[in-house]
């Protein structure tokens, strides 16, 4: 039961920090930019602050990691 409730809690957490900085924003597709372009057009940094540096582990900066 505490293996369970510790996955649970660890889920939650990962799937919080990778979707955070990984939800689209508005892109053009019509544009054919190259790859780099079109995954940073896609991808956003979260504000930076003590907590979310510490909670996501500074993956909090998406698009320099």
């Not at 955070?20 to 602050?49: F, G, R």
């Not at 996501?56 to 990691?65: A, S, Y």
Request: glycine share 2%.
């Amino acid at each position: 039961s505490v293996f369970f409730c510790h996955r649970y809690f660890e889920s939650t957490w990962f799937i919080w920090v990778s979707q955070m900085n990984h939800i689209p924003m508005d892109i053009d597709y019509d544009k054919n930019e190259d790859w780099v372009s079109t995954q940073l057009h896609a991808t956003c940094n979260v504000n930076q602050s003590l907590f979310n540096d510490w909670f996501t582990g500074h993956l909090n900066f998406q698009i320099e990691h």
